[in-house]
Structures are given as structure tokens and as C-alpha cells.
């Protein structure tokens, strides 16, 4: 019975091993038909472009198949079949490596592949290189020339460039008044130390009436970042004269802005200081009637703070002349963004409202409520909101702004007319 059991196995590993070896043959001889096949078919399309006609491709395919499968018969055979005597040697191995593990680590089909390809790949991929390296000398011969084209055309055009010393002076001038309004900007978020002994008293003993004073004295009261003008200006003007009457200008232009962009004044406040902080700032909003935009940017405005906001706007509408809210990347909820729905469906004086890069996640009940707080709305042209998650609600956001432009729109040409039927 044991001797029986035995011979089952070992007829069993053999028939196992004779199996892999057909595959694997099979394998190995669909590759490397399809090598040739690759390989025939670039070289017939290299002998076309060298002159050569398709009766005369047929005829060196017709030898060379018969050079091939003439010369590689006995090959095909003495290679198809493994000798005896390695053929028994590897069974003994095997044999004994599944006696000693439990596991039995076959060759991997790449290994044999490689093994048994190897020795026929040589011959072909030389003429392959050949090939490859024919076609790389054509390209970097052209591609050489384009170069070099490429390197005449732009500097031609170089030369017909011509910069003149008041254009180097305008962008000079340009360029630092860009770096003076930055230095400007950065020194309002930090507070002196006489700032901060005014900002405690007016925190401890709050008083609305003095509220728009309190946030100008803070530098958060900002005129509003004028487009640099490119245009020529005349040669016989002065680079102090302009500066100076810049500067002149920036002195009288009105403080349209509220900027608390990236303001992390209020994070280091208790929370009494921080109440008394959001409540100057709403009746500053209120109080100061050049106010038109609100910047409050990545400045930490959460429900509560952006329910009174909005409350202050909405009692004293007929008051405030802010026309702007910008209130990107604050974590802004469900509760918040619901206020915000109530406000826009009754309010007629903002026309640009910015929520883009919202911290939380606004559930669906909510954004439907903003839209149709939207389609009561006829002042708003600008709601910049990447919270929608539904087509639908993105392409109802976009008729209503759309709406709503065709309404100011009317509303201009209207006012143009009475202006000049009173002239």
C-alpha cells in the first residue's frame, strides 16, 4: 500500500512537471512569434522607405522563413524536450525541497521565459538596434534643426524689443508701491503696544458710539486697492512729483474696506474680550458710512460671530452701505449658513457675497435653502460657493446671478436716460 501511495506521488509530481514545461513552451513560442512578427513588420516598413517594392518584400520574407525554420528545426526539437538525465536530477531536487518545506517553490514562468528566450534574442535585437539607433540619428538631426531655429526666431524678436528708461522707471514704481502697500497691510495685523492699551480700554468699557474710531485706530479701516495703471505717462513729469501726488491721494481716498484678512487678533482674547470685540466690529460696520466691503478672510468667523453680522446689517439697512462680504475659508456651519439664507432673501443692498473654501461640510436641507433665499433675491451678481453638491443647485445659483445682472443691467440704462432727460 505504501509502495502504491509512492508511485501515485511521484507520477503525480511528474505529470505536474510535464505540465509546466508544455505551458511554459507554449508561452514562450506565442512570445517569440510575436517578436518576429513586430520585428518583420519594422523591417519591412524601413526596406519601403529605402525604395524597395512589396514583390520584392515578399520574396526576402519568403527566404528568410525558409533560412529560419530550416536551420532551427533540430534546435526546436532538442530544445522542446529537456535531456533525461537533467529532467531526473530536477525532480529529485523538487522532491526533495517539498519534503523539507511545505510549500513548493516553483520557477516563475518571467524566469524561465528569460532563460529559454535568451539565447535566440540576441541575434534579432541586434538588428533592432540597428533600427532604433537609424531612427535616433534622423531625430536628433531634426530635432537639432528646430533648435536651432527656434533659437533665431526668438532672437530676432529680441532685438525688435525695445525698452526705453520711462518704462523702467514705471515698473520700478510700480513695484514699489506694490511692496510699500504689503508692508502697510502686514504692519495693521500686528498691534503696538500703545494700540493694545487702547483696545483694552475700549474692550473693557465698550461704547458703540465710539466704535468706528476704535477699528480705524486698529488700522482695520483700509482704502480700497486701486488697479495699477500701465498706460505711458509723459516724460516731462517727475518721479518725486507722482509720488508725492500718490501719496497725496492714498491720504484722501475714503476707507472703503474693512480688512481682517488672516487676522488672529481675536484668537488670543477671552471670551468676554472676544464678545466685545465682535460687537465693536458689527457697529463699526454700521457707523462708518464709507464702509462698502468687508474682508474677513481665513479670520476664524464662526455661526455666532456671522449671525450678529448679519443682525446689525439687518436692523440698520437703510444705515450701512456695505455692499460686500468676503468670508472665504471660515469654518461656517449649518447654522451660520442658514442665517446667511434668511438675510439674503430680505436684503436688497449686497451685491457680492464670497464663501469659497468653506472649513465645513453644509448638509443639503441647508443649500437648498440657500437657493431659494436666491431666487428671492434680485441685488446679488457675484456668490462665489463651492459648497453645492448637485448639478441642479449649481445651475439654479447661475440662472438667478444671471437674473439678477440683466436686472442691474436695466436698472443703469434707466438711470442713464434720466440723467440726460435732465440735462
Known amino acids: 500500500m505504501a509502495s502504491l501511495q509512492a508511485e501515485n506521488e511521484s507520477l503525480k509530481l511528474e505529470n505536474a512537471y510535464l505540465r509546466e514545461s508544455k505551458l511554459q513552451l507554449i508561452k514562450i513560442t506565442a512570445i517569440e ?100 539607433a537609424l531612427n535616433e540619428a534622423k531625430d536628433s538631426s531634426t530635432a537639432a534643426k528646430r533648435l536651432e531655429e527656434f533659437k533665431k526666431t526668438q532672437h530676432e524678436r529680441l532685438k525688435t524689443v525695445k525698452v526705453t528708461t520711462t518704462s523702467k522707471d514705471t515698473i520700478a514704481s510700480l513695484f514699489a508701491e506694490k511692496i510699500e502697500a504689503q508692508k502697510k497691510n502686514q504692519s495693521m495685523t500686528t498691534m503696538s503696544s500703545g494700540k493694545g492699551q487702547m483696545l483694552k480700554e475700549a474692550l473693557s468699557n465698550p461704547e458703540p458710539e465710539k466704535a468706528a474710531e476704535v477699528v480705524q485706530s486698529l488700522g482695520l479701516f483700509v482704502a480700497k486697492e486701486k488697479t495699477p495703471d500701465f498706460k505711458k505717462s509723459s516724460a516731462s513729469a517727475s518721479s518725486s512729483a507722482k509720488a508725492a501726488a500718490a501719496e497725496q491721494e492714498e491720504e484722501s481716498a475714503p476707507l472703503e474696506v474693512l480688512n481682517m484678512n488672516n487676522n488672529v487678533m481675536m484668537k488670543k482674547m477671552s471670551e468676554k474680550e472676544k464678545e466685545n470685540m465682535e460687537n465693536l466690529i458689527c457697529d463699526s460696520m454700521v457707523r462708518n458710512k464709507e464702509l462698502k466691503q468687508v474682508q474677513m478672510c481665513n479670520a476664524d468667523i464662526g455661526n455666532d460671530f456671522l449671525m450678529k453680522i448679519l443682525e446689525k446689517l439687518t436692523d440698520n439697512r437703510e444705515q450701512h452701505n456695505v455692499t460686500e462680504l468676503w468670508l472665504e475659508s471660515n469654518p461656517i456651519g449649518d447654522k451660520g449658513m442658514s442665517a446667511l439664507a434668511q438675510f439674503i432673501a430680505s436684503d436688497d443692498k449686497i451685491t457680492i457675497i464670497k464663501l469659497y473654501s468653506n472649513k465645513k461640510t453644509i448638509s443639503t436641507p441647508v443649500l437648498n435653502e440657500l437657493i431659494d433665499a436666491m431666487e428671492k433675491n434680485e441685488t446679488i451678481l457675484k456668490f462665489v460657493f463651492d459648497g453645492f453638491r448637485f448639478q441642479h443647485q449649481k445651475d439654479k445659483k447661475e440662472k438667478y446671478l444671471r437674473r439678477n445682472a440683466e436686472i442691474a443691467r436695466k436698472k443703469r440704462n434707466e438711470e442713464k436716460k434720466r440723467a440726460q432727460a435732465q440735462t
Open 33 to 132: 512569434m510575436e517578436r518576429l512578427r513586430r520585428f518583420i513588420m519594422m523591417l519591412s516598413s524601413a526596406l519601403r522607405m529605402r525604395g524597395l517594392s512589396p514583390q520584392n518584400l515578399r520574396e526576402m520574407e519568403t527566404r528568410i522563413t525558409q533560412q529560419i525554420y530550416g536551420q532551427g528545426s533540430g534546435t526546436a526539437k532538442s530544445n522542446s524536450k529537456p535531456p533525461s538525465e537533467k529532467e531526473w536530477k530536477w525532480k529529485q531536487k523538487l522532491q526533495q525541497s517539498k519534503e523539507s518545506t511545505p510549500v513548493m517553490n516553483k520557477p516563475s514562468p518571467s524566469l524561465l521565459s528569460d532563460s529559454n528566450s535568451h539565447a535566440p534574442a540576441k541575434k534579432t535585437a541586434s538588428l533592432a538596434e540597428r533600427m532604433k
